[in-house]
């Protein structure tokens, strides 16, 4: 079972303490069902952190934009096939911040910036 490990400003962060624990077993990935190409497939933390469905992750590649979205909004995953077919109907709630691909990227061009 994942277990708090920060909580800032009232967000809990989330780490994987079981890796056995896979919430897409026994079920079709959101990347499948989504038809994504192994290029986002690989950089998305959904595919690095499977212990919680995509709804639950911040900064997936879905929840991007070209308008410099932070991967926060989870709007989109209301209407979301993945979520309907697998949310039961639960508030959607981030579970996992700062390992979203935002991050990844906000990290490179700090990097290329030095």
Same mark, same amino acid.
């Given at each position: 079972?994942?277990?708090?490990?920060e909580?800032?400003? #009232? @967000?809990?962060?989330?780490?994987?303490?079981?890796?056995?624990?896979?919430?897409?077993?026994?079920?079709?990935?959101?990347?499948?069902?989504?038809? $994504?190409?192994? @290029?986002?497939? *690989?950089?998305?933390? @959904?595919?690095? %952190?499977?212990?919680?469905?995509?709804?639950?992750?911040? #900064?997936? %590649? $879905?929840?991007?934009d070209?308008?410099?979205?932070?991967?926060?909004?989870?709007?989109? $995953?209301?209407? $979301?096939?993945?979520?309907?077919? %697998?949310? *039961? #109907?639960?508030?959607?709630?981030?579970?996992?911040?700062?390992? #979203?691909?935002?991050?990844?990227?906000k990290?490179?061009?700090?990097?290329?910036?030095?």
């Amino acid at each position: 079972m994942p277990k708090v490990v920060e909580v800032t400003n #009232g @967000v809990q962060t989330i780490e994987k303490t079981d890796k056995r624990s896979n919430f897409w077993t026994d079920k079709s990935p959101c990347w499948d069902l989504c038809n $994504c190409p192994d @290029v986002i497939k *690989n950089e998305c933390p @959904v595919t690095q %952190y499977q212990f919680l469905p995509c709804w639950e992750i911040e #900064g997936t %590649y $879905c929840k991007l934009d070209d308008m410099g979205s932070s991967g926060k909004d989870t709007t989109m $995953c209301q209407t $979301c096939r993945v979520y309907k077919k %697998y949310g *039961n #109907g639960e508030p959607v709630r981030l579970k996992l911040f700062g390992k #979203g691909m935002d991050t990844h990227l906000k990290e490179m061009e700090q990097a290329e910036a030095k």
